[in-house]
Every structure is written in C-alpha cells, then in structure tokens.
C-alpha cells in the first residue's frame, strides 16, 4: 500500500469539486468531520450508554461526549503521526499536509460509534438473539449463511458503516450516503471483513469483529480498490488488510475508553481516589512531571482531571512512535496488532481495564439496566418484524405507521426482499436511543402510555 494513494480526498458517490469551499477554508477531510458532526444519527448518542446507562450524574460520559473525546484524542494523535511520517517521506508534502492525518483520524473517531445500538454492547447481543430466537426463524429462512450471520452476529460497526454509505430510497435516489472521502471510510474500518466466514483469526486484531452487512460488501469492495488496500487469505476467506490510519482509531477509543472510563467510575463511587491517582502516575512519564504543580490542587476532582490529561498526553506520544516504528509493516500487512500493546504502558492499562471490568462494568446499576436491555429491543423486533413481514395480523400490519419510512423499502414487497427488510427493522431499533426504546417498549405492551 502505498501513501499517496492512500490519502485520497475522493468521496463515495459524489465528485470532489463539488466541496470545492474546501479549496479555501477547509480540507476534504475536516468537510468529513463536518457532515458527521451535523447527522443526525450522531446526535442520537447523546442518549446512548456508554458505560452508565441513564446516568444521574453530569460527569458521567455517554456515548456522544465518548466521541468527541476520542476525536479530540484522534486529530492529535494523527497530527502526531502526520509530523512524523512527513519528516521520514518528504515527498508526500506535494499532495497533502500532515494535518491531514489529524483531520482524517479525527473525522473517523468521532463516527467510530455511530452504529451502536441503544445499551451499548448488550444492545447488539440483545438485536442478535432475537434473530437466533425461535420466533424468528420463519423471517430468516431461505437467507444465505452470510445475511443470516449479519443478523444473528449484529454488529454496531457494520451498522455504522451502513449508516454513513447507505441512502435510503426513501430520502434520495443518489448514492454514497454522506458521501466523505475514501479514506474516512477506510479509517473507520477497524474489521475489514464480512460476517461470514469465520476467519482463522491467530493473533490478528483486524479479525475479531466485522464492519460491513453483506449488503455494503460491494460499497467497501469500490473504497478498499479506490484506495489500493491489499488483500490476503486466511482459511477461505480473502479479506483486506487494515487500512493503516485505522490502527490510530483504534488507539485513540482505547485510550479514551481506558483511562475515561475509569474516571467515569469515580464519579459514580466505584472506583477510589487512591486507585485513579495510583493507575494514572503508572502512565506518566516521572521526569517530566510536574509533581510541585500538581502539589497546588487543592479538590480530588481537580487532580484526577489533570493527571488524566497528562496521562492522556503520554499515551498519545507513545502510540505515535510505535505507529511510525510499524507503518512499513502496517502498509506490508504484517504488522496487524494494537499499536497501545506495543507501549511501555500496556501492562497499567491491561489492569485499570481489569479493575473496570470488575468494579464498572459488572456492577449492580449496570447489569440492571442491560438486563433491562436485552427484553426491550427483542421485543421491539418481535412487532417490528412480524408488522413488516406478515400481513395475517391486521393489527400488526398497522404498527407499520410507527416505523419511519427510510426504513420501508418503498422499492420491493417484504416478501421479495426479506433480509433488505429485516436488516432495515434492526437498523431502526438499532438506531433508537436508550430512551426511545424504554419509552417504545412501554407504550407498545402497555406498561404505560404516552400523554397525549
């Protein structure tokens, strides 16, 4: 894989002159940051859990300033890395800028959870075991093995990968979605394969997941060709490598993710001062520390919020380096492992994420409300599918008027494109906040009803 080509500004569905304000006050990349930002699927994670679902404390992130943060983390790790790569290749300064690497790792960090569903993680296990579940198995019938996986496997990333592609016939008869630039896109593939087949994974990160619908293989099939990502086999699978800014997404949500979330245990009594004091000087680098300044913060709240940022700070050089040490190997193919596991680091961040999984994420609050989770959205597919795909039950058929059209294909009957139809009934509870979902729920089995 070869730089130049990597960074091309060319958008999905759209020519590049057509965001020629670019030429004078914004890159192709920040336009991409700009029409993420300004979705309205992106602003939907500001009620998307990210740790704490329907979280009674200010401090407590969700899913949305998750984002922000992790996109703010990204431009500086990819302006970082941009410095860098320009200095050891000069000759890309003919064709772009290192700011480009900020802009385009920012703008992709920030949809890096578009797709989630409400409840997080448990949301998407929620989607996937009503498709295994007996009462859908007349709907998923006669789909191939690989339509079956998307539903039975859902997966957040595939769904923000159909969210930021897809146009829904309803809404345009053009293609590319929001039309960003191919290497957005690119950058927000962390898992460039399909659902099906398993792959031999070994130790490949980019394996573990999937980030594309067997209906958006044909999209990403245009982007990684565009592009000229390289391909491999494993097993009998052909699949792409990583494109090489995806492992600075990657980075950027793993360092937020880590350290954040387990500020965020603090705020909500989970976690100690003297554990997040302890765990964040780990990270620092000592001999530049300033320990007197830090001697001068009189609140808790004060000195975790700045040894965070320091530690932040330290976690960004570090992964840059190890990205410049293995961007040959990355664009080879060969590298394809965390970049936070190649830091000094990786031992203090494997136990903060150990701590958190015992002490946050398995805690009272937050296994309730996943509990919570996983009756409401395979009840809300119960209705929602059988009101698409059944005509017997008159009533159901009316609950139809309760989903958007963008989610009907106006083009096809449900019976001539069932695994179009299910997808899209997944995509819409999928897209639902935890609170548009809570609140479905109750109306639709009557636990209580709206005011109207």
Known sequence: MEWKKLLSPERLGQKRSMTNDSVHYRSDFQVDYDRIIFSSSFRKLQNKTQVFPFPKSDFVRNRLTHS??????????????????????????????????????????????????PFGHAGEDAISSYFKSKAAMPYIAGLNVVQK???????????????????????????????????????FIKYPRPSYPFPDIHDRVSLKKYNFFWSEIPVYDKISA?????????GEL????????AFLVEAADDICYSIIDFEDGYHVHLISFEEIESAYFEILNREQFDLGRYNQLNSRETKIAYLRSKAINEMVQQTAKVFIEKEEDIRAGIFDTALIEKTPQ?????QIKKTSFEKIYNSETVLKIESAGRKVLPGLLEIFVQSVMSDEDKFLAK??????????????????????NLLNIAMFVSGMTDQQAVRMYRDLFGISLADY
């Open 68 to 117: 922000l943060e992790t996109a703010s983390v990204g431009r500086t790790l990819g302006n970082m890395a941009g410095q860098l790569l320009f200095k050891k290749y000069p000759q890309l300064n003919d064709s772009c800028q290192p700011s480009d690497l900020g802009a385009l790792t920012s703008a992709a960090c920030l949809a890096h959870d578009i797709g989630n569903p």
């Open 346 to 350: 990786i031992h203090t961040l494997k």
């Open 149 to 187: 996986a998307d539903l039975q496997n859902f997966e957040g990333n595939a769904a923000g990968f159909r969210i930021m592609t897809h146009t829904a016939p309803y809404h345009s008869n053009l293609e590319g979605g929001l039309g960003l630039s191919f290497a957005t896109y690119a950058s």
């Open 399 to 420: 609950l139809r008027k309760l989903i958007p059209q963008e989610y009907l294909d106006i083009n096809h009957q449900p019976f001539e494109e069932r695994y179009t």
């Open 226 to 234: 565009e592009l000229g990502i390289t391909q491999y086999k494993t």
């Open 238 to 245: 052909q699949v792409n490598h990583r494109f090489p800014l």
